[in-house]
């Protein structure tokens, strides 16, 4: 599991510059402003959000070398040649790319559900959510300073050389996507309306809950530094609050038992209302954040662990496609409303409607929580909610 991880940390770095580095570029080489970037980026979005499915499935249904190969092959040849691809071009190109990327969060999440007994699922999914906090830390700052120090050709080359590895690193471990038990079982082939559930549905929007909470609140920090003059600490601020989620996580991890997303969830959004009141220094908004972010890194963490508890084997790459379809639905819907609300009423409303919006979220899929279908053939986990998982 360790190496696997590891492996997982590699790969997720190069991808979460990816987006820095694609608005950098088209603002600042090629002049075109911002607007012009956020259109790169969300072309790019749009395609991963599609393509996260899509990879899940085939990997489901032919194996994981598959997949990988071609979507290595794929992030090659754009990140190789983005820097000098005409803007028109690289619009469409960036979504192919979105499109065909590399499964990564699903793969490594699927992949440890393989791995790992049910009962410790838990520990390994919390330390794989403080891997990709560490990822997110890392990943856009290396892309600005890579732009900033050496221009988007070299970033963008360094880019394409670690999804390659990545790639390359993934196909040479090979990870199983199913236990050892999965595999002796009689394989039955389970359709998909019998695992997509109205409640499977409702933990997918939780899961977008967390992002709308988790992107809202970013930018809110932002704003709010920056109106009061302290936009220098606005990166450190950002750094402690993912300390904060990195501490959640690895306490979450050495609980004996869970808690339902949609506590820890619904939790989150509750403790992230008062920091709007907060007032005086930078340091006291970063003290602020402490409680609601401790539960960053668990709250996603439940959401994959329910995951893979309802949903089949044979179907579980694409639960986590869908998955991370979610969480990126979360955030992309979560920047326009933040912004919209810090320029209209000021940064701090933005922690009030974050917080709010992802408890009502909550409350929606609260009725379809505990509802369940008849389970497929030898599908025993699809409808049986664990006790840990289904306590409100």
């Known amino acids: 599991m360790g190496v696997l991880l590891t492996v997982g ?13 694609l608005t950098l570029h088209v603002v600042e080489t090629l002049e075109l402003g911002y607007t012009a970037a956020g259109a790169v980026t969300a072309a790019s979005t749009i395609g991963m959000a599609a393509g996260s499915p899509l990879a899940g499935r085939f990997v489901d249904r032919y194996g994981l070398r598959p997949v990988l190969l071609v979507t290595t092959v ?19 190109a960036a979504a192919v790319a979105g499109l065909l990327a590399l499964p990564v969060f699903g793969v490594i999440r699927q992949c440890l559900a393989a791995m790992v007994p049910l009962e ?8 794989d959510s403080m891997f990709v906090e560490v990822s997110y830390m890392t990943g856009p700052a290396l892309a600005v300073f890579g732009i900033t120090a050496f221009g988007s050709g070299a ?69 709010t530094m920056d109106d009061s003059g302290h936009t220098g600490w606005i990166g450190l601020a950002v750094g402690i609050w993912c300390l904060y989620s990195l501490m959640g996580g690895f306490l979450y991890g050495m609980l004996s038992r869970g808690f339902s997303p949609l506590v820890l969830i619904g939790l989150m959004g509750l403790l ?77 409303w933005a922690f009030a409607v974050a917080g709010l919006m992802g408890v009502a979220m909550v409350l929606v899929a609260l009725p379809f929580w505990r509802r369940g279908t008849k389970p497929a053939p030898g599908v025993a986990d699809v409808v049986k909610v664990p006790e840990e998982s289904a306590a409100i």
């Open 155 to 223: 970033t963008m080359a360094a880019i394409a050389i670690g999804t390659t590895g990545a790639g390359v690193g993934l196909l040479l471990l090979n990870p199983p996507t199913r236990s050892a038990a999965e595999l002796e079982e009689r394989e039955v082939k389970v359709p998909r309306r019998v695992w997509v559930t109205p409640r499977l549905v409702a933990l997918l929007g939780t899961a977008a809950a967390a992002t709308f909470v988790l992107t809202a609140t970013e930018l809110a920090v932002v704003g």
């Open 120 to 127: 410790q699922r838990r520990t390994a999914f919390s330390f």
């Open 272 to 348: 992230t209302v008062p920091v709007a009141l907060v007032s005086g220094g930078w340091w006291w908004l970063v003290l602020a954040l402490l409680p609601a972010g401790l539960l960053c890194a668990p709250a996603l963490t439940s959401t994959v662990e329910t995951l893979t508890r309802w949903v089949p084997a044979g179907a579980r790459g694409e639960a986590m496609g869908l998955h991370g379809t979610a969480l990126m639905i979360g955030g992309a819907a979560s920047a326009p409303v933040a912004g919209k609300v810090i320029d209209l009423y000021g940064a701090p």
């Open 9 to 21: 940390l590699a790969a997720r770095v190069p991808m979460t510059a990816m987006g820095m580095s």
């Open 74 to 92: 794929a992030q090659a040849a754009f990140w190789s040649c983005a820097w000098a691809l005409p803007y028109p071009v690289l619009i469409v």
